[in-house]
């Protein structure tokens, strides 16, 4: 048992959900982007995170260049004392334009820590003081796949396409995860993909 999936047995229960879009061939990402353009997955992505707090891997936040605001931004690194602040990526602004209806409830941080236990520590921490009750984990491809064995709920964007890329999300089996809802989408005129909102929970003793 690792250290993280022991300490999320002793711990009292916050859910862990992970928030990705992955294409049919699992790939996430492209030279530190993404290889596609989805504003409906950024509005989705914005709606669900939004006032929660957000655990990501150093590279994941270098792409966004900036905090995503209304919510606790946590970057994991090992190596990092300091965060750059960068301007806002194409992805940053993507995801920031998209319309919401929520008000912003969090400090934006960035919030630094040196291991993933530390992070969700911390992001735990400050649901159990707001009253909240899930932290998500979004991204890049390393931290989810040090993070899936602790997941009780993953939120997949599945877009119906393979693309070539160099960041994958982990393979997991789906028969171990029950589908809480499904919503597809069909693709647009102008080439953009069809893909479906997934949210599924990991079934008891799987
Ligand atoms: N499609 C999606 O939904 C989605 C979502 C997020 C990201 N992405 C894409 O994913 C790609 C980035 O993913 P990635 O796998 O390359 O990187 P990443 O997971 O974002 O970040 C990796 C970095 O996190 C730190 N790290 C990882 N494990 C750690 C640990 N156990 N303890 C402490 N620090 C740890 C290290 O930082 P240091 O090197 O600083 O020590 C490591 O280099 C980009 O292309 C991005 O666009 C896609």
């Given at each position: ?16 959900s992970?928030i990705?879009a ?7 990402g492209?030279?530190g ?5 989805l ?6 992505f ?9 655990l990501m891997?150093r ?6 260049g900036k905090?995503?605001?209304g919510?606790?931004n946590?970057v994991?690194?090992?190596s990092?004392?300091?965060?750059p602040?960068?301007?806002?990526s194409?992805?940053h ?5 998209v319309?919401?209806?929520v008000e912003?409830?969090n400090?934006?941080?960035p919030f ?8 969700i520590?911390a ?12 932290i998500f984990?979004?991204?890049?491809g390393?931290i989810?796949?040090q ?19 160099d ?9 171990d995860w029950?589908?809480i809802?499904?919503e597809?989408?069909d693709?647009?005129s102008d ?10 929970d990991?079934?008891?003793n799987s």
């Open positions: 048992m690792t250290y993280i999936e022991a300490m999320s047995e002793i711990k009292p229960r916050v859910r862990i992970s990705a992955m294409a049919e061939n699992n790939v996430i492209k030279d982007g993404m290889p596609w353009h504003p409906e997955d950024l509005k989705h914005k709606r669900t995170t939004i006032g929660k707090p957000i891997g590279k994941s936040y270098e792409s966004l905090p995503l605001p919510r606790a946590i994991i690194s090992r990092y004392k300091d965060l602040s960068n301007a806002p194409e992805i602004q993507g995801m920031e334009a319309a919401h209806k912003p409830q400090e934006d941080g630094l820590y040196a291991s993933i236990e530390d992070g520590e992001a735990r921490e400050m649901v159990e003081e707001q009253g909240l009750d899930d984990i979004t991204g890049g390393e989810y796949k993070t899936l064995p602790v997941i009780d709920r993953l939120y997949i964007t599945l877009i119906h396409r393979e693309y070539e890329g960041t994958y999300f982990p393979e997991f089996d789906w028969e029950s589908i809802s499904e597809k989408h693709g647009s080439d953009g993909p069809a893909f479906t909102f997934f949210t599924l990991r079934k008891k």
